[in-house]
């Protein structure tokens, strides 16, 4: 459940958690030291594909009126696919913003149910460099505090 005094982390991990259990790791022997949904750039030698989440600093909040403490978060989170092969990387990002999207409303599991809302994809952009063809996809959530 995302809390409002760890925001920022539980919606990652949310999103991480969600994501890790509908989206199935094309590699059925990848290293046990790796993992296919991260949460940070990977820093070290890895096998591709595999899935980055993280927020992009951009968190917008504000009051729900005169004298409330209830407040309205917005948060953007980039999530990016990092694939060999063009095809790959877009497979894969139809996937994810499908799953997220068809996962916004209902009573258990869903985001609605984490108190996250207003799911938006604000931007695609392809990033291919020689040998890694990556997608980087930013979201936007609403999260009310009460």
Same mark, same amino acid.
């Given at each position: 459940?995302?809390?409002t005094?760890? @925001?920022?982390? &539980? /919606?990652?991990?949310?999103? %991480?958690?969600?994501?890790?259990?509908?989206i199935?790791?094309?590699?059925?022997?990848r290293? /046990?030291?790796? %993992?296919?949904?991260? /949460?940070?750039?990977?820093?070290?030698?890895?096998t591709?594909p595999? @899935?980055t989440?993280?927020?992009?600093?951009?968190? &917008? !909040?504000? /009051?729900?009126?005169?004298?409330?403490?209830?407040?309205?978060?917005?948060?953007e @989170?980039?999530?990016?696919?990092?694939?060999? !092969?063009?095809k790959q990387? &877009?497979?894969?990002a139809?996937q994810i913003?499908? %799953?997220?999207?068809?996962?916004?409303?209902?009573?258990?599991?869903? !985001?609605?149910?984490? &108190?996250?809302?207003?799911?938006?994809?604000l931007?695609?952009?392809?990033?291919?460099?020689?040998? @890694?063809k990556?997608?980087?996809?930013?979201? %936007?959530?609403?999260?009310?505090?009460?």
């Amino acid at each position: 459940m995302v809390q409002t005094a760890t @925001i920022l982390r &539980d /919606t990652i991990f949310y999103i %991480k958690d969600f994501l890790d259990g509908e989206i199935t790791d094309p590699i059925s022997n990848r290293p /046990t030291n790796q %993992k296919f949904i991260m /949460t940070s750039y990977p820093t070290r030698a890895t096998t591709y594909p595999l @899935i980055t989440i993280k927020d992009t600093n951009s968190y &917008d !909040s504000q /009051t729900l009126g005169f004298q409330s403490e209830a407040s309205q978060h917005y948060i953007e @989170i980039e999530i990016r696919v990092w694939a060999k !092969s063009t095809k790959q990387r &877009d497979d894969m990002a139809d996937q994810i913003y499908q %799953k997220l999207k068809d996962n916004q409303i209902g009573a258990s599991g869903t !985001s609605q149910a984490n &108190d996250i809302h207003d799911f938006q994809l604000l931007s695609s952009v392809n990033v291919d460099e020689p040998e @890694i063809k990556s997608k980087v996809m930013s979201f %936007k959530f609403l999260f009310i505090a009460t």
